[in-house]
Each structure stands twice: as C-alpha cells, then as structure tokens.
Nanobody
Framework: QVQLVESGGDQVQAGGSLRLSCAAS????????MAWFRQAPGKGREGLVGIDADGNTRYAEYVKDRFTISRDNDKNFLYLQINSLKPEDTAVYYC?????????????????????WGEGTQVNVSS
C-alpha cells in the first residue's frame, strides 16, 4: 500500500530554516498530486501548498514567500523548505497525496481532498 513518511522536523530558533522531506513508497510522485499540510496545537489542519504532475504549484493565501515546495522524482521525495521560521510555525507537518488518476484541481487547494497521508513530522520554533 502507499506509504508517505515525513522527516526533517526539529526544534529550531526563530529565524532559522528547515527542509522537510516526504518519502513515498508505492507511489510515483512524478505523476502525483501532492501537498503539504500542518496542524498546530489546538488548531485544525491547514493546507500549505499543493503540486501537480506537471510541477504546477498552488500556495495557500496565508502562506507567504517563506515556504517552497519541491520534489526529486528520481529519489521519489517531496520537500518543503521553510525559511525565517516563526514560533507560530510550530506544528506537525504532513505530506499528502491523491490517488493516481484523480484530477489534481489545484485551483481548489487547500479544499481539495487527499487519499494518502503520512504520520507527520514535528516542528518546534522557539522565540
């Protein structure tokens, strides 16, 4: 079955940077519709950015220039670069994927639903 495993979360000082990784098994990210989400303590899950098979991306309105999604098709990894980290970025970060064949309606992101989810990686940002 499809498996997504996030890594790269850490305890960092405000102003620092992190690159989160998502390793995909039994899922070719090169042709997939994928995204990054996060859930802060006491809050609901929020979508950050989605990417389709053609490499088109859509960032949520509340995501500023600090977040960048990328992928390595050869290694089958999805990444999220976060710069200038703030304490409010403290959250569990998840990668998600849509089942192959489903239309990747980036225009609807972050409302678009996803079929596969990882367990998440924790990011803690101290001031």
């Amino acid at each position: 079955q499809v498996q997504l495993v996030e890594s790269g979360g850490d305890q960092v000082q405000a102003g620092g940077s992190l690159r989160l990784s998502c390793a995909a098994s039994k899922y070719g990210i090169s042709g997939g519709c994928m995204a990054w989400f996060r859930q802060a303590p006491g809050k609901g899950r929020e979508g950050l950015v989605g990417i389709d098979a053609d490499g088109n991306t859509r960032y949520a309105e509340y995501v500023k220039d600090r977040f960048t999604i990328s992928r390595d098709n050869d290694k089958n990894f999805l990444y999220l670069q976060i710069n200038s980290l703030k304490p409010e970025d403290t959250a569990v970060y998840y990668c998600a994927a849509r089942r192959w064949g489903r239309f990747c309606a980036l225009s609807t992101f972050p409302r678009m639903d996803f079929d596969y989810w990882g367990e998440g990686t924790q990011v803690n940002v101290s001031s």
